[in-house]
């Protein structure tokens, strides 16, 4: 199965500053967490897994998409390296003020209706 690119994750997280995704929590809030990572998802159903420390936005955690691609910073570290970059985390692609919106929807995103399991399991096939 193809993988969710750096530009793809990127892209993930300028649509939802742009206003084209919502999310919702799927598990403890960026509030409740404090350290670790909180897990988003979006309207369309993408998991968005975003690491905090203290508090703060770090880094994101993991992406996945709707098809059950995968992305995080396995996939998007070598691929930031060959474009000469230092980092592989889609958050990097951010100016300052578009961090602190981010930043400031997880922290406003209300718990979603369906746990994060329910949300992204994979139908069996029989």
Do not use: C
């Amino acid at each position: 199965m193809s993988k969710i690119s750096l530009r793809e994750a990127t892209e993930v997280l300028l649509s939802l500053l742009r206003g084209e995704r919502t999310w919702a929590h799927v598990g403890p809030s960026y509030e409740e967490t404090g350290h670790g990572d909180v897990a988003l998802r979006t309207n369309d159903g993408w998991v968005i897994s975003l690491h905090t420390s203290y508090d703060e936005l770090k880094h994101t955690a993991y992406m996945i998409a709707p098809d059950g691609r995968r992305g995080d910073e396995s996939i998007w570290r070598p691929e930031a390296v060959a474009a000469g970059k230092i980092w592989g985390d889609p958050i990097d692609a951010l100016g300052d003020a578009e961090f602190d919106h981010l930043e400031r929807l997880a922290i406003a995103a209300r718990p979603a209706s369906l746990p994060l399991e329910a949300q992204v399991r994979r139908p069996q096939r029989n």
